[in-house]
C-alpha cells in the first residue's frame, strides 16, 4: 500500500477508475487513501442517521490531506428479529461484516480506516476487521439513543418487550410504541451496542470520550471531524492495531466490561478478538477479574439509569478512573501516550450513575463464569441482573429443543414456579448462529416469572434481559455436550455465588444416554448460517467464523 501502489504507468488502470469516480490526480497520486466503511441502513435507528456522521468524517480526512473513499458494509437491527427465528443471523452477521470490510479493504488497498457503526454485532464486526486487516483503524459510533418518556416514567425499547407479555392491551401498546424509541442511537441501556461502543475506548479503536456521546447531541458531529483528521495522522505515524491492542489493553477491556456489567455478547468479541490477534485469553481470565471487580455502574438492567445518563457522568473515562488502580495503565493509548498518562489528565466523578470500587453498586461482578457437569467448558451469568430470590435454585428441568417451543410453554401456563428451564440447540452450531432467546425470556419477565424461574442454555441473551438467565452453555448440545442429555424432571443446581451449575445425575447415568444420542442434522443446508456452523470455534473460544489454527502463535 502507499503512494507507490498509485503512481507509475502500471498504475494507470486503478488511477482511471479513482477519477472515473471524480477523485483528482494529485489525490490519488499524494494523498494517503482512508476506507470509511459506513453501516447505514435506514430500517432502524441505530443506524438511519449514519450518513450525516459519515460526511463529517470524510469533511476531517479531507482538511487532514488524505482522501477519504466512502463504502456501505451489511447493517441490522437486532431489535427487528426479536422473537423471531432469523435472530439467529445476529451473531453470523458479526464476521459477515468484518468479511465485508476486509474484502473491499483489500481489492481498494486502503492506507487507513474509519468505520462507522453503532449497533450489536455490526460494531463488534468492525473492530474484528480492524484487527484483521491490522492497518491504521479507528470507528466512529453512532452513540445512544434518547430514553422515552411514557406516563411520567422513563421507558427504553425492552419496557415495550415486558408490556406486551403482562397483558397491556392493543392501545396502550401503540402508545408506548410511539414514546420508547424517540431519537436516533443505540437502545440507551446496557445491552451488546452500548457495550461495545464504550469498549472500543479501551480497545484503542475509538477516541477517548467519545463512544457513548448521544446521537442528538451535535458534539458527535465535531468528533466524527474531529476523528476524520486524527485516522489521517494514524496512518502517517503506521499504528496499527496489533500495536495498540495487546494483552493487557484486552485484560482492560475484561476489567471494564466487569465494572460496567456490560452484555455477556461482548465475552464472546473479546475472545474472537484476542484469537484474531493470536492472543492466548480464555474464560479462566473472565473468572479472575470476576473475582476482584464489582459493578459500579447503575445503567439499565444494573441499575435506573440510561447511557444518556452514563455519558453526562463522566462516561468511559470516568470508569476508567475509577479502575485506575486494576488496569494496566502502561499499555498504549490511541494518542501515542500510555493509559497512565491519559488518565492522569482525568477527574474521577463518583456520582449517582458511576460508583468508586471502594462504594460498588453491588458487591459482586457485571459478569460471571459458570462451570459444573452442565458446562464444565463455562457459561455465562450477569449477576447484577439476578434477583437475589433465584441466585440459587435448585428445581425440575422442562427440556425444550428451541426457543419457540419453550415461549409456548411458558405462554400457557406450562412453567411454575421453581421450574428451571432448558433450551438447547440454539449454540453457534445448533441454531446454527447461536440466537438470542427474546421470545421465552421476555415472556418470563412480562408473566412475572423471572424472580421464581430459572433459564439454562446454550444461546445467548440479550443485553436488556434480566433474571436467573444462564447462556453460553458448552460443549453445546449439537455437540454432544451435556446439556443434550438432560431430561424432564431432572434435578438441576444453580450456584450464581459460588458459580455453578449442575444436574443431579449420575455420571453412569449420563453415560449411557450419550450411548443413545444422536446428533441432529444442521437446521440450514446452505447459505451463511451452514457455513458458520462449519466453520466457527464454540463459544468459549468466541464463536467467530475463525478456522485458522493460531496455536503455535499464541503469545
Request: hydrophobic letters at 40%.
Amino acid at each position: 500500500m502507499g503512494t507507490e501502489y498509485w503512481n507509475g504507468a502500471e498504475a494507470a488502470h486503478r488511477r482511471v477508475m479513482m477519477k472515473a469516480a471524480g477523485y483528482s490526480d494529485e489525490d490519488i497520486r499524494k494523498k494517503p487513501h482512508i476506507g470509511v466503511p459506513n453501516s447505514y441502513m435506514s430500517g432502524s435507528p441505530g443506524s438511519a442517521h449514519l450518513r450525516q456522521i459519515a460526511e463529517a468524517v470524510k469533511e476531517g480526512i479531507w482538511a487532514a490531506g488524505g482522501v477519504p473513499v466512502e463504502f456501505g458494509i451489511p447493517a441490522t437491527c437486532g431489535n427487528i428479529a426479536n422473537g423471531a427465528e432469523e435472530l439467529k443471523y445476529e451473531q453470523v452477521g458479526r464476521d459477515i461484516v468484518a468479511m465485508s470490510v476486509e474484502f473491499v479493504t483489500r481489492v481498494h488497498n486502503f492506507d487507513g480506516l474509519v468505520m462507522i457503526a453503532s449497533c450489536d454485532n455490526i460494531i463488534a464486526g468492525c473492530y474484528l476487521a480492524a484487527m484483521r486487516l491490522d492497518i491504521p483503524s479507528m470507528i466512529v459510533t453512532g452513540g445512544s439513543m434518547q430514553p422515552g418518556q411514557y406516563c411520567g416514567k422513563t421507558v427504553v425499547e425492552a419496557d415495550l418487550d415486558s408490556a406486551r407479555f403482562s397483558g397491556v392491551g392493543e392501545e396502550e401498546l401503540m402508545e408506548m410504541e410511539d414514546s420508547v424509541c424517540p431519537s436516533f442511537g443505540a437502545c440507551p441501556s446496557m445491552g451488546t451496542a452500548n457495550t461495545m461502543q464504550m469498549l472500543g475506548e479501551v480497545l484503542n479503536l475509538v477516541l477517548p470520550g467519545t463512544s457513548t456521546i448521544p446521537a442528538s447531541d451535535n458534539a458527535k458531529l465535531r468528533r466524527a471531524r474531529e476523528a476524520g483528521k486524527y485516522a489521517v495522522r494514524l496512518v502517517k505515524e503506521g499504528r496499527k492495531p496489533s500495536e495498540l491492542i495487546t494483552k493487557e489493553v484486552l485484560m482492560n477491556a475484561i476489567m471494564f466490561d466487569m465494572a460496567v456489567a456490560g452484555s455477556t455478547n461482548a465475552v464472546l468479541h473479546i475472545l474472537s478478538y484476542a484469537y484474531e490477534l493470536g492472543i492466548k485469553l480464555t474464560l479462566n481470565d473472565f473468572e479472575k477479574y470476576a473475582k476482584e471487580i464489582h459493578c459500579i455502574n447503575a445503567v439499565v438492567p444494573s441499575g435506573p439509569y440510561t447511557v444518556v445518563d452514563f455519558h453526562y457522568a463522566g462516561g468511559v473515562m470516568n470508569v476508567m478512573k475509577m479502575l485506575e488502580s486494576k488496569l494496566f495503565t502502561d499499555v498504549p493509548t490511541m494518542y501515542g501516550s500510555t493509559w497512565k498518562e491519559l488518565l492522569s489528565k482525568v477527574k474521577p466523578q463518583e456520582n449517582k450513575v458511576i460508583h468508586s470500587l471502594e462504594r460498588p453498586l453491588f458487591e459482586e461482578p457485571g459478569l460471571k463464569i459458570l462451570r459444573g457437569n452442565l458446562s464444565p467448558n463455562g457459561a455465562i451469568v450477569r449477576p447484577t441482573a439476578v434477583y437475589d430470590e433465584v441466585k440459587y435454585m435448585k428445581g425440575k428441568a422442562k427440556v425444550f429443543d428451541g426457543d419457540r417451543a419453550a415461549f409456548e410453554a411458558i405462554s400457557s401456563g406450562k412453567i411454575v414456579p421453581g421450574d428451571i428451564i432448558v433450551i438447547r440447540y440454539e449454540g453457534c452450531k445448533g441454531a446454527p448462529g447461536m440466537k438470542e432467546l427474546m421470545l421465552s425470556i421476555d415472556a418470563l419477565i412480562g408473566l412475572g416469572l423471572h424472580k421464581s424461574v430459572g433459564l439454562i442454555s446454550d444461546a445467548r441473551f440479550s443485553g436488556f434481559n434480566y433474571g436467573a438467565i444462564i447462556g453460553h452453555v458448552s460443549p453445546e448440545a449439537y455437540d454432544g455436550g451435556t446439556i443434550a442429555l438432560v431430561k424432564d424432571g431432572d434435578e438441576i443446581v444453580i450456584d450464581i455465588p459460588n458459580g455453578e451449575v449442575n444436574l443431579l445425575v449420575s455420571d453412569e447415568e449420563l453415560e449411557k444416554r450419550r450411548e443413545n444420542w444422536v446428533c441432529p442434522p444442521l437446521k440450514e443446508e446452505k447459505g451463511c448460517l451452514n457455513i458458520f456452523a462449519r466453520m466457527c470455534r464454540p463459544a468459549e473460544e468466541g464463536g467467530a467464523m475463525q478456522p485458522w489454527d493460531l496455536d503455535a502463535k499464541f503469545h
